[in-house]
């Protein structure tokens, strides 16, 4: 069993089109999180939510919007999209703020062309 | 605020070299502390964590000491594989911000036969 899952794991799509980015963890954690990896490895925190609700919402396009329908879900959906936008994105959990860390998942890699 | 700094790279090694990736952080309060681990094309995994001062994590070789006196957790391992070729993270996270995680910017690690 996966724990933390997202999908797609690749994701190539045109400047200007609209894509989501899904991810599930299946531990039971209470926050899930989006970071933003780029070309010279860089993590970069996007959002947070904990128990469904938004807890951090770093310096981020509004074009990026997630949405967590259950605190076991927290997908990511881009409007409109840049080349820029071109990097992976990790999908995360975790339980608690120390102790145990948190689970990543695979990663996503969009490519904008 | 919260950071973690981490020695620039990349780093090669031979095979059964030793090895030292330096990370401190700097934090409001009492962090704990991660070293994960990213393989090529792979998402993060956690290698090691401690929570608290003079803790030491361990795992697969790897071992890191919380020492807050010098806010550092270096990465250490005896003898390094071929297999031990990888980007390393230093992290913390701290009750006061929310359950973020503060990545170092990674250390890519080659080591050749």
């Known amino acids: 069993d996966t724990a933390v899952s997202q999908t797609p794991k690749y994701l190539v799509t045109q400047m200007g089109n609209d894509k989501s980015i899904k991810c599930e963890q299946n531990?039971?954690?209470?926050?899930m999180y989006w970071y933003k990896q780029d070309s010279k490895k860089f993590l970069k925190i996007m959002f947070s939510y904990n128990n469904k609700e938004l807890i951090i919402n770093e310096t981020v396009p509004n074009r990026f919007s997630p949405k967590s329908p259950d605190k076991a879900h927290l997908n990511l959906h881009i409007n409109s999209l840049e080349l820029g936008d071109s990097a992976v994105y990790f999908c995360?959990?975790?339980?608690?703020?120390?102790?145990?860390?948190?689970?990543f998942g695979q990663g996503t890699r969009l490519t904008v062309v | 605020g919260n950071s973690v700094t981490q020695m620039e790279g990349p780093v090669t090694l031979s095979e059964e070299a030793f090895l030292t990736i330096n990370c401190t952080y700097t934090a409001t309060g009492y962090p704990s502390l991660f070293w994960y681990v990213q393989y090529p094309g792979e998402g993060l995994q956690l290698l090691l964590k401690?929570?608290?001062?003079?803790d030491k994590g361990s795992n697969k070789g790897f071992e890191a000491t919380y020492r807050k006196e010098t806010t550092s957790f270096h990465l250490e391992k005896g003898s390094v594989q071929v297999s031990d070729s990888a980007v390393y993270f230093c992290a913390l996270s701290e009750i006061n911000t929310g359950n973020q995680f503060y990545f170092g910017t990674g250390t890519s690690l080659t080591v050749i036969p």
């Open positions: 401690a929570t608290k001062a003079d």
């Open positions: 531990l039971g954690h209470d926050t």
């Open positions: 995360a959990s975790s339980q608690d703020f120390r102790g145990r860390g948190a689970f």
